[in-house]
């Protein structure tokens, strides 16, 4: 009878070594072809069982930005990100939505700088996962004061929801000039960049304006296989 918790003991003293050992080994992957993550907002991962709603503070902010998303929302969907785009909530100003939540606003000049909106991304504090966030359309967009291209507006929408979700700008130093460059990203045979090229990636034809490129959708599934890495559910 005394034998048996020993042995138990030393089972458990042994699981437990092995686990220290797994973490410490737990290597997320942060940078691939045409993809970033958000590491530099403390973002690494989507957690696979997070569920993703976008919401708007208005009603006239969802009539004028939801229309934007739905050439996303299938792919999204399809690389294993579980968002859907709802209806309208209100957030305290510089707070995060509640979990899950992506929150989208009209704000002027967010960054300070003509036609630039901004993303800002919440995390989970334990485990870096996506945890939703707000965004800032600039509102120059809406008003006539700085209207994009069609194209344009489609993929700036979809570019600060990416944000959210844990993306950052693919741009690097192709020519090796020692800086990295507006617009310097990869792209296809057919020049598309990213969607999440700064400051303005995506496709350009009516057709597939606000699609994530194939570069996007392997970003966002590096993000899920991160979570599954690191023990994230
Ligand atoms: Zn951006």
Wanted: charged share 15%; glycine share 8%.
């Amino acid at each position: 009878m005394l034998r048996r918790p020993a042995i138990v003991a030393a089972a458990i003293a042994a699981t437990v070594a092995l686990t220290a050992t797994q973490a410490s080994a737990v290597t997320v992957t942060t940078v691939g072809s045409g993809w970033k993550v958000f590491t530099a907002k403390n973002v690494t991962s989507i957690k696979p069982s997070q569920q993703y709603t976008v919401t708007f503070e208005s009603t006239a902010t969802k009539n004028l930005t939801a229309k934007y998303l739905a050439q996303a929302v299938p792919q999204i969907n399809a690389a294993g990100v579980k968002l859907t785009v709802g209806g309208v909530e209100t957030v305290a100003a510089g707070k995060c939505a509640p979990r899950g939540h992506i929150h989208v606003t009209r704000v002027y000049q967010p960054l300070g700088k003509k036609g630039f909106s901004r993303a800002l991304p919440c995390y989970d504090t334990t485990d870096n996962s996506a945890f939703g966030g707000i965004v800032q359309m600039d509102s120059e967009y809406y008003d006539g004061r700085n209207t994009l291209p069609t194209a344009n507006m489609w993929n700036v929408h979809v570019h600060e929801m990416l944000h959210v979700l844990g993306l950052d700008h693919p741009n690097v130093d192709l020519n090796r000039d020692g800086t990295v460059a507006d617009y310097e990203c990869v792209q296809t045979s057919y020049k598309n960049k990213p969607l999440m090229c700064s400051p303005s990636g995506g496709y350009k034809t009516a057709t597939n304006q606000g699609k994530l490129l194939a570069y996007d959708i392997n970003g966002l599934k590096a993000l899920l296989a991160n979570a599954k890495v690191q023990g994230i559910k």
